[in-house]
Nanobody, 120 residues
Framework: QVDLVESGGGLVQAGGSLKLSCVASGTISGINGMGWYRQAPGKQRELVATTTSGVTNYADSVKGRFTISRDIARNSIDLQMNSLKPDDTAVYYC???????????????WGQGTQVTVSS
């Protein structure tokens, strides 16, 4: 069994900062990549930032404001979000592409999501 647990969401004023964290736990053989996605009300889930083998990728809308970092030893990632805007309001989901002793290929897992609300 694998669990991804996010923390750090909340309410912040526009221009403020928040830091999200996600830890993957369970019977994990290896993690290929991890990332953050978000889903605003009435919209599709979209990529925010990912990190795979040291290569990071950001959505254009968050470049220069958000920073993703990964701690391989802890199976965790953080998302530092600065200069937040009301448009950043969404549920943020952690994602991990990983293998267990029972899988022969990489499998995607999602966290339960954490709410980020930015007030104007």
């Amino acid at each position: 069994q694998v669990d991804l647990v996010e923390s750090g969401g909340g309410l912040v004023q526009a221009g403020g900062s928040l830091k999200l964290s996600c830890v993957a736990s369970g019977t994990i053989s290896g993690i290929n990549g991890m990332g953050w996605y978000r889903q605003a009300p009435g919209k599709q889930r979209e990529l925010v930032a990912t990190t795979t083998s040291g290569v990071t990728n950001y959505a254009d809308s968050v470049k220069g404001r958000f920073t993703i970092s990964r701690d391989i030893a802890r199976n965790s990632i953080d998302l530092q979000m600065n200069s937040l805007k009301p448009d950043d309001t969404a549920v943020y989901y952690c994602y991990a592409d990983l293998r267990t002793p029972f899988s022969t290929s990489w499998v995607g897992y999602w966290g339960q999501g954490t709410q980020v609300t930015v007030s104007s």
